[in-house]
């Protein structure tokens, strides 16, 4: 009977300390998620006078609205192309880069401090710093080989203002995901690596015959991932131009329609447009991924 007592103390113990865990992260998503999404979508149907569908229908007229004024449309473009270049380049170069590191080739741990420095300093320091490189000597430097007179603008003109968000984003999008690839490179048993040394193997036949298959779980949770955030692909516009000179986002589009020019209505509206697009998007590529099989264990 004491034992069945002990045994009843400790289990309510157990109870009410996992309940004063969860309480809190419980009450974060009620308010913040479900609270926030139910409130978007009654704000996206809510006019004047009652209900309404004006804020759709002005969603699907800036859509079919071309000129160099639309902004929406201008954010997508970006965005997408933002997307394209974390997918297409920047997630083979960072799988590429973490082999490199992987396999301590040389001057590995220079290229990790220069890797991984950026992302432990503060994004306003690096936008900063950025702009006072382009702008000061690397402006210097391009005037001198061109002869010309007048500095390059990088962030004050059409031409150059979003390539250099671009460049910014290839710069410290490179680290984002190394650490986890490192990570599971190095759990890539010797064995296999040693086994395939013997017959002969290279190092880009062991990347893309034993490294990548192993760790294509990873690889592809992060591109489904990029996937579902497929139009919150942004990059630091706020800190740069402000959304000038055809550098609009999603994101910023968004900042916009919510701080700049207020109109949380018409916000709320689009974000659940993009929801629904998103959705087959998201499920087509979780089907896509499904069929790549990759039965690995290790």
């Known amino acids: 009977m004491i034992s ?12 009410g300390f996992f309940s004063v865990m ?3 992260p419980i009450i974060h998503f009620c308010i913040f998620w479900i ?3 139910i409130n978007s979508f009654a704000m996206a149907f809510q006019g004047k006078n009652g209900p309404t569908f004006d804020y759709i229908k002005l969603f699907f007229q800036e859509l079919t609205t071309a000129g160099t004024s639309n902004k929406l449309l201008e954010g997508i473009k970006n965005t997408l192309i933002i997307f394209g270049l974390n997918i297409l380049i920047l997630l083979p ?5 973490s082999y490199f590191l992987y396999k301590k080739l040389i001057c590995y741990k220079y290229l990790r401090v220069v890797f991984f420095l950026p992302s432990i300093i503060s994004s306003v320091v690096l936008v900063t710093l950025y702009k006072e490189i382009l702008n000061g000597p690397v402006s210097n430097l391009l005037m001198q080989i061109s002869g010309s007179s007048s500095p390059i603008l990088f ?13 910014y984003i290839t710069w410290l999008g490179l680290a984002g995901n190394m650490v986890i690839y490192s990570g599971t490179m190095s759990r890539t048993p010797t064995e296999i690596v040693e086994s395939a040394k013997l017959d002969g193997i290279g190092y880009f036949g062991e990347l893309t015959r034993i ?9 592809s949770v992060i591109v489904l991932l990029a996937v579902v955030g497929i139009f919150t692909a942004d990059g630091p516009i706020l800190l740069m131009t402000q959304g000038q000179y055809e550098t609009y986002t999603l994101g910023y589009w968004f900042y916009d329609k919510t701080i700049v020019n207020p109109n949380l209505n018409y916000g ?28 690995v264990e290790f």
Do not use: Q
């Open 35 to 37: 609270g926030v999404n």
């Open 211 to 219: 490294v990548l298959p192993l760790m294509w779980p990873t690889l």
């Open 22 to 24: 969860i309480i809190i």
């Open 268 to 295: 709320a509206a689009v974000g659940i447009c993009f929801t629904l697009v998103s959705i087959p998007l998201t499920l087509f590529a979780r089907w896509l991924v499904n069929r790549i099989d990759v039965d």
């Open 4 to 15: 069945v007592k002990k045994i009843s103390k400790k289990k309510w113990k157990e109870i």
């Open 155 to 167: 962030f004050d003109s059409t031409k150059y203002a979003f390539r250099s968000v671009l460049m």
């Open 93 to 97: 170069l960072s799988v590429l880069f």
